[in-house]
């Protein structure tokens, strides 16, 4: 194994509840009640996509672009105030920096990204980050994974995906990857029948990783 893909909300840190919140407060603002499985379904897609999701399960009757640009205000608020890391990204960061080639691929834009790797001081661990931004076709399709690992110059089975979500982590198979599955309290009830593990944490992660390394 040459590399490791991370995605980033959800998975690195703990952004679902904050998109969560955020349109919940955008659906009352609609007298609206956003379901639990419509939620789960914008997980891990392009930003415009999530919100094509929302505006057509809700019935709301309002553009995209306007929809998620009200979404957007409201996330980079939460995000600079509430932003946590997941338990063990340190660790599981620290251990394999200069082992393996190490990236990030997330559905968020570019701005978001910026944000967190900011706040956190992440930049120096990554060799490659991509966003939504240039692609054209979100999670499930692979097209993220494809275009990262082509950037890593790696090619699928030396490639190991890590996703929180069922869409995300549908991406990874369908590219190839080996694909660890980290559900965390939004998306333990989704299907993760069809990845290679199903890790408890970041920490169980990363133990794991190391005897696949290890093994190879």
């Not at 505006?55 to 600079?80: G, H, P, T, Y």
């Not at 997941?86 to 990030?104: H, N, Q, R, T, Y």
């Not at 559905?107 to 939504?132: A, C, H, M, R, W």
Request: aromatic share 10%; glycine share 4%; proline share 4%.
């Amino acid at each position: 194994m040459k590399a490791i893909i991370f995605d980033m909300d959800g998975l690195m840190v703990d952004t679902e509840r904050l998109y969560f919140d955020t349109e919940r407060i955008i659906a009352q603002r609609f007298n609206k009640e956003v379901k639990e499985e419509t939620l789960w379904k914008m997980m891990g897609r392009k930003p415009i996509e999530s919100m094509e999701i929302f505006a057509e399960d809700l019935k709301i009757n309002i553009s995209l672009e306007e929809l998620l640009k009200m979404r957007d205000e409201l996330f980079v608020q939460k995000l600079k105030k509430e932003l946590v890391p997941m338990p063990g990204l340190f660790d599981i960061l620290d251990e394999f920096k200069d082992k393996v080639k190490l990236s990030i691929a997330t559905g968020s834009p570019e701005k978001f990204l910026q944000i967190v790797l900011n706040k956190l001081e992440l930049k120096n661990y990554f060799d490659v980050l991509q966003t939504s931004d240039e692609i054209v076709n979100g999670k499930p399709n692979p097209e993220i994974y494809l275009k990262t690992m082509d950037k890593l110059q790696v090619l699928p089975l030396e490639t190991i995906v890590l996703e929180d979500s069922s869409n995300g982590a549908l991406a990874g198979i369908k590219a190839g990857c080996y694909t660890i599955a980290i559900p965390n309290e939004y998306t333990y009830k989704q299907d993760f029948s069809f990845v290679n593990y199903v890790a408890k944490s970041l920490f169980d992660a990363k133990d794991h990783i190391k005897k696949l390394i290890s093994s190879k």
